[in-house]
């Protein structure tokens, strides 16, 4: 099996699941909100993983753990009364359809390479931007920085969902709200952050004892803190290294599937993703021939809803493009040869198909 969907969720690092089997032992089962001797290590833990997920994020501002990403970006849309809300056309359902749910709705278009224009005009009276850091189908990234000063300009709060960037690019220092997911950077799943930005007031979406300084009642776990925050060690660490090794697993993926259409900018992306496409290609067959590799249509359709992806519809792609492109997705574990080897199973497969 070769696993290519490092956009859906990464492996867990051998460094985070150590971190996490303290608290999953005989001895670590304590409430960290407890005031006991048990409860006090536990929450020694979470306060330990606490600083390390702030490593990725500007100074400043807070952590707060949460479920998931998508929970913290529910807290960052719900949690205030912004009134009219902007979001690129290329976001995540976790921001599109929160974002749809609360207020009045405008789309920000993106080009043909996948990029919201910095200039793109903005409607009056908004109250937040949000904008995505790394886009999770096509591996675009997103002008974040100077969209969030744009945002200020025009009195509007700025979120970034940097579920794709963190751990890999610094996070935009400009944004007031930055959601971020553990098993995205190779930690654990179940486990997000929201960072909030000093100043920046939200009332919590979750009531209950009061936990997360308020904003999110619920008692944390330590095992998934801790693993969480060991992944954000690693991947700052490593954060050079990993992206080198990606860079060139993305050459030779490239080199092996030339014949087939980049999806999004060539240049600014995060080469762990490679969306590619080829005319008259049908996806689910050529899945179901290389049942050995693990990637997905790039046209990932909205939970079987069969329409294809609002992402690649948004480039200008056709509905018959869109559904005849697949997802690669590479990562730190990722082998040359592994990657060589399925990348010549999806061609091969594809041609006999006559494409
Ligand atoms: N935003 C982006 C860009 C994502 O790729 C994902 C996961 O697919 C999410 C948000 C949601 O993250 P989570 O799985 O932590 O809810």
């Known amino acids: 099996m070769t696993y290519l969907d490092y956009?859906?969720?990464?492996?867990?690092?051998?460094?985070?699941?150590?971190?996490?089997?303290?608290?999953?032992?005989?001895?670590?089962?304590?409430?960290?909100?407890?005031?006991?001797?048990?409860?006090?290590?536990?929450?020694?833990?979470?306060?330990?993983a606490?600083?390390?997920?702030?490593?990725?994020?500007?100074?400043?501002?807070?952590?707060?753990?949460?479920?998931?990403?998508?929970?913290?970006?529910?807290?960052?849309?719900?949690?205030r009364a912004?009134?009219?809300?902007?979001?690129?056309?290329?976001?995540?359902?976790?921001?599109?359809?929160?974002?749809?749910?609360?207020?009045?709705?405008?789309?920000?278009?993106?080009?043909?390479?996948?990029?919201?224009?910095?200039?793109?005009?903005?409607?009056?009276?908004?109250?937040?931007?949000?904008?995505?850091?790394?886009?999770?189908?096509?591996?675009t990234i997103q002008p974040v920085a100077h969209l969030a000063e744009r945002a200020h300009q025009v009195g509007a709060l700025f979120l970034c969902d940097a579920v794709q960037g963190a751990g890999k690019l610094a996070a935009p220092a400009s944004a007031d709200l930055i959601a971020v997911s553990a098993h995205k950077l190779y930690g654990p799943k179940g486990i997000g952050a929201l960072w909030i930005r000093d100043g920046v007031e939200l009332s919590p979406l979750i009531h209950g004892g009061g936990q997360e300084s308020g904003l999110r009642s619920g008692t944390l776990s330590p095992a998934l803190c801790a693993g969480?925050?060991?992944?954000?060690?690693?991947?700052?660490?490593?954060?050079?290294?990993?992206?080198?090794?990606?860079?060139?697993?993305?050459?030779?993926?490239?080199?092996?599937?030339?014949?087939?259409?980049?999806?999004?900018?060539?240049t600014e992306r995060w080469k762990g993703n490679l969306n590619l496409r080829l005319n008259g290609l049908d996806v689910a067959r050529l899945m179901s021939e290389c049942r050995r590799v693990m990637f997905s249509a790039g046209s990932a359709c909205a939970s079987g809803s069969g329409r294809p992806s609002h992402v690649l519809r948004a480039l200008g792609l056709s509905d018959n493009e869109a559904r005849s492109s697949i997802r690669l997705g590479f990562g730190r574990y990722t082998t040359r040869e592994e990657l060589i080897e399925a990348c010549r199973a999806i061609d091969a497969a594809a041609k006999t198909q006559g494409v």
């Open 7 to 48: 956009q859906a969720t990464t492996p867990l690092a051998a460094e985070a699941r150590q971190a996490m089997l303290r608290w999953l032992a005989e001895d670590g089962f304590a409430n960290p909100h407890s005031a006991h001797a048990m409860g006090r290590a536990a929450k020694a833990a979470v306060e330990v």
């Open 50 to 79: 606490r600083e390390q997920v702030a490593a990725l994020f500007p100074p400043g501002g807070k952590v707060i753990f949460t479920g998931s990403a998508t929970e913290a970006i529910n807290l960052a849309i719900q949690g």
């Open 82 to 139: 912004y009134g009219a809300i902007a979001v690129s056309a290329i976001e995540h359902a976790a921001v599109r359809d929160t974002a749809r749910a609360v207020g009045s709705y405008h789309e920000l278009p993106v080009g043909p390479d996948g990029l919201v224009d910095p200039q793109v005009a903005l409607p009056d009276g908004l109250g937040l931007v949000a904008v995505m850091q790394v886009n999770n189908e096509i591996g």
């Open 228 to 266: 969480f925050g060991a992944a954000v060690q690693v991947a700052l660490a490593r954060q050079e290294e990993d992206a080198a090794h990606v860079s060139g697993l993305w050459d030779a993926a490239r080199d092996e599937l030339a014949r087939w259409t980049l999806n999004g900018s060539e």
